[in-house]
């Protein structure tokens, strides 16, 4: 059996200059995704668990973050790139009193996310609570 790490990857910033939502979602497509949401989570936010049906992209422009995988956790910080295969179950978690804000993207530009839990915290129970 791969190892997880072996197909979920984490980008350091590359750069010089900080990053912000132009530099990011640039950094982003050169590696061939197309973005389709910037979204901003807010302190101690909690995701279930869920899988993306496609390959997604996260690209982190501020704040701190968690991905929780069956074989251990990946943090992102502001300028990290992680790449997830689709079918990949992880949930999300921030351990922190800041809001983490980052993009989200496909290869396609489409979103399709197959929940493993309550879908606490996802787009949708984000959206209810406004």
Same mark, same amino acid.
């Given at each position: 059996?791969? *190892?997880?790490?072996?197909? &979920?990857?984490?980008?350091?910033? =590359?750069?010089?200059? /900080? /990053? *912000?939502?132009? *530099? ?7 590696? %061939?995704?197309?973005?389709?949401? !910037?979204?901003?989570? =807010? ?17 982190? &422009? @501020? ?9 251990? =956790? &990946? ?9 997830? /295969?689709? %079918?990949? /179950? ?5 351990? *922190? ?9 496909? !290869? @396609? ?7 493993? %839990?309550?879908?606490?915290?996802? !787009?949708?129970? !984000?959206?209810?609570?406004?």
């Amino acid at each position: 059996m791969a *190892n997880l790490f072996d197909s &979920v990857k984490v980008f350091k910033w =590359p750069h010089k200059e /900080p /990053p *912000n939502e132009t *530099n990011v979602a640039l950094e982003m497509e050169r590696h %061939g995704y197309k973005v389709y949401d !910037l979204q901003t989570i =807010p302190p101690w936010f909690e995701r279930s668990r869920h899988t993306h049906d496609f390959d997604e992209i996260r690209g982190a &422009v @501020s704040g701190v973050t968690t991905f929780h995988f069956d074989e251990g =956790p &990946v943090t992102l910080e502001a300028g990290d790139i992680l790449l997830i /295969p689709g %079918g990949i /179950p992880h949930a999300v978690q921030t351990h *922190n009193d800041k809001p983490f804000t980052a993009y989200k993207g496909s !290869l @396609s530009g489409v979103r399709s996310v197959t929940e493993l %839990g309550d879908g606490r915290g996802s !787009l949708e129970d !984000l959206h209810k609570e406004k």
